[in-house]
């Protein structure tokens, strides 16, 4: 049973970098049938989509995101990071690590649990 | 980015009700749509992939239909469980994955 957990600071101040990571169990991150994303949610809003990486390192981004996102992997530990620079209060927001298939289904099928990140001085 | 439009954003329903929901998507996506069910304070759950294929151990009372830009998920008889937020997504374009803006569906 495939499953994710994010980690990373609960708090981060404005202007500076929110640093969270995903960690797979249950499977291998370099399965090459899939893809790693992160997704984010504000506080009573819908779901925004950040990211994806590969485990051979080829990542995507949302435009919208794209000039302060970063989207490593590292398959040593079976786990891939995301880093967003010069955040702003808008960035408050529950952020989920998931998977999708490597082929044109980019539908997710598994997500870790979230975790609320708070942009606040 | 295609845009992913859910109507409505929120009703009221009773138990045993069938249910519909809409979903409109900006431009033709095929059947490059999926459904996700999201409880308070827990991660969205895959229901249904390419507009009407059931995710493994997803009741069958839940259905979706449609392609091109106008898709729908019912709920055939709705059970208490089932009150919850729901949401679209296509994966026809990308980047980016566009999700629409949810439906809540209450008691």
């Not at chain 1, 209060?89 to 999708?100: G, L």
Request: glycine letters at 8%; a positive charge; hydrophobic letters at 30%.
């Amino acid at each position: 049973q495939m499953q994710l957990q994010e980690s990373g600071p609960g708090l981060v101040k404005p202007s500076e970098t929110l640093s969270l990571t995903c960690s797979v169990s249950g499977g291998s991150i370099s399965n090459s049938n899939y893809y790693w994303g992160w997704i984010r949610q504000p506080p009573g809003k819908g779901l925004e989509w950040i990211g994806n990486i590969y485990y051979s390192g080829s990542a995507s981004y949302n435009p919208s995101l794209e000039s302060r996102v970063t989207i490593s992997v590292d398959t040593s530990k079976n786990q891939f990071s995301l880093r967003l620079s010069s955040v702003t209060a808008a960035d408050t927001a529950v952020y989920y690590c998931a998977r999708h298939a490597h082929t044109i289904k980019y539908y997710f099928d598994s997500w870790g649990q979230g975790t609320l990140v708070t942009v606040s001085s | 980015a295609i845009r992913m439009t859910q109507s409505p954003s929120s009703f009221s329903a009773s138990t045993g009700d069938r249910v519909t929901i809409t979903c409109r998507a900006s431009q033709m996506i095929s059947t490059y749509l999926a459904w996700y069910q999201q409880k308070p304070g827990k991660a969205p759950k895959l229901l249904i992939y390419d507009a009407s294929t059931l995710q493994s151990g997803v009741p069958s009372r839940f259905s979706g239909s449609g392609s091109g830009a106008d898709f729908t998920l019912t709920i055939s008889s709705l059970q208490s469980e089932d009150f919850a937020t729901y949401y679209c997504q296509q994966y026809y374009s990308y980047p980016p994955l566009t999700f629409g803006g949810g439906t809540k569906v209450e008691i």
